[in-house]
């Protein structure tokens, strides 16, 4: 008779996650994920995979705090402009508060030479583009957004800039510089 999971799944999960976020990909071992987790080897393998396998669940599960994030964010104006504000302003605060980030961390680790947390990593980059194109169109039709800026090249430098807020933060550990990267990142949405 198999046995049970004697674990959570989703809890062990987010341990794991939380372990990659602190230590990036290559930094972890799988008995640094074995001891975090505290689950046994063959526990681990089966219910996640190998350690690249639990980090591209780890990753997703990420991603999916961050969409929900975004989109919380962006719904509490019904303007555009001030929607992208907030979901910039989600970015900063986490940025203060999580001190870096695991997609950004990923960005540099492994994007150039991990093909498939690339492409996880450029789906999620372009649905933040799409999210801010979206309301920036939405801000050239009711006229709050007076730049002459195509709207998709500007949501591409915005998504990019929410990485900045992060590199500066992790750089620098400066809540003051961090903050200020975050007002020109919004002030050059209108220039």
């Not at 920036?136 to 007076?146: H, I, R, V």
Request: with cysteine; proline share 2%; aromatic share 10%.
């Amino acid at each position: 008779m198999p046995r049970n999971k004697e674990f959570d799944y989703d809890e062990k999960l987010v341990t794991a996650r939380d372990l990659f976020w602190k230590k990036g990909y290559n930094a972890t071992t799988m008995n640094d994920l074995v001891d975090t987790m505290q689950i046994n080897r063959s526990s681990l393998y089966l219910a996640y995979g190998n350690k690249h396998d639990l980090f591209l669940k780890s990753l997703t599960n990420y991603i999916q705090n961050k969409d929900k994030q975004y989109s919380q964010a962006a719904k509490k104006s019904e303007k555009p402009l001030e929607a992208i504000r907030n979901v910039i302003y989600s970015v900063m605060e986490s940025a203060l508060r999580d001190t870096n980030c695991l997609f950004t961390n990923s960005v540099f680790e492994l994007a150039t030479t991990d093909q498939e947390v690339s492409e996880m990593l450029k789906k999620q980059t372009l649905k933040a583009v799409d999210l801010f194109e979206k309301l920036l169109t939405q801000a050239k039709e009711d006229g709050s957004l007076l730049s002459a800026k195509e709207p998709r090249a500007l949501a591409h430098f915005l998504t990019s800039g929410l990485v900045s807020i992060y590199n500066t933060h992790i750089l620098f550990a400066d809540a003051k510089l961090t903050k200020q990267t975050t007002e020109f990142l919004i002030g050059s949405i209108n220039q």
